[in-house]
T-cell receptor, first 121, second 116 residues
Framework: DTEVTQTPKHLVMGMTNKKSLKCEQH?????MYWYKQKAKKPPELMFV???????INESVPSRFSPECPNSSLLNLHLHALQPEDSALYLC????????????????????FGEGSWLTVV | AQKITQTQPGMFVQEKEAVTLDCTYD???????LFWYKQPSSGEMIFLIY??????QNATEGRYSLNFQKARKSANLVISASQLGDSAMYFC?????????????FGKGTLLTVNP
């Protein structure tokens, strides 16, 4: 079973709605990520939080707003989305963040949650 | 730029047989990590196995093994004794030592179907 928990599993929202996706991990990981995955495509990185600070924003539109209230929680606030934003949103975490040596496996693996299926109508 | 190539859009295998999923990569950095993930239709991205560029031996995790050929820049996943539950999309991915190495670059994936 995954140790990265995402809620809700499914979300349908209108283009004027405000909603949030939530992610939680209790593995003591210091980096957390949001990915977006369209059908039949690989995941695409959206945001990276390292030690609770936003370290990477992959030029994501401002209608997506991430938040990291503490080291275990990661939220993605959604507002004024478009139908093309419909996708699977994957949260992930890793023991250490950017700059970790890749010489060893420990600290490098990124673990994903089950995902939140978002439909914008 | 980083690049991961998975040349098999789909693969079929009989239950209990072994199957190899191909992955080649391109990086100029000597420090990198290679990953394989499994994604069933439910959507969860499940970590399977990791190989570091400096690891001397091929990684193994239960029925999964990674055939790492550094000179050829290939990192093929071998699944032994296939099970019906192995039917899923499989992604090869890489992190390299360039910059802040936070980014996983994924291949396009291979859809594996295990037949009874």
């Amino acid at each position: 079973d995954t140790e990265v928990t995402q809620t809700p599993k499914h979300l349908v929202m209108g283009m004027t709605n405000k909603k949030s996706l939530k992610c939680e991990q209790h593995m003591g990981h210091r980096a957390m990520y949001w990915y977006k995955q369209k059908a039949k495509k690989p995941p695409e990185l959206m945001f990276v939080y390292s030690y609770e600070k936003l370290s990477i924003n992959e030029s994501v539109p401002s209608r997506f707003s991430p938040e990291c209230p503490n080291s275990s929680l990661l939220n993605l606030h959604l507002h004024a989305l478009q139908p093309e934003d419909s996708a699977l949103y994957l949260c992930a975490s890793s023991p250490r963040g950017p700059g970790t040596s890749l010489r060893t496996s420990s600290g490098n693996t990124i673990y994903f949650g089950e995902g939140s299926w978002l439909t914008v109508v | 730029a980083q690049k991961i190539t998975q040349t098999q859009p789909g693969m079929f295998v009989q239950e209990k047989e072994a199957v190899t999923l191909d992955c080649t990569y391109d990086t100029s950095d000597p420090s990198y990590g290679l990953f394989w993930y499994k994604q069933p239709s439910s959507g969860e991205m499940i970590f399977l196995i990791y190989q570091g560029s400096y690891d001397q031996q091929n990684a193994t995790e239960g029925r999964y093994s990674l055939n790492f050929q550094k000179a050829r820049k290939s990192a093929n996943l071998v699944i032994s004794a296939s099970q019906l539950g192995d039917s899923a999309m499989y992604f090869c991915a890489m992190r390299d030592g360039r910059g802040s190495n936070y980014k996983l670059t994924f291949g396009k994936g291979t859809l594996l179907t295990v037949n009874p």
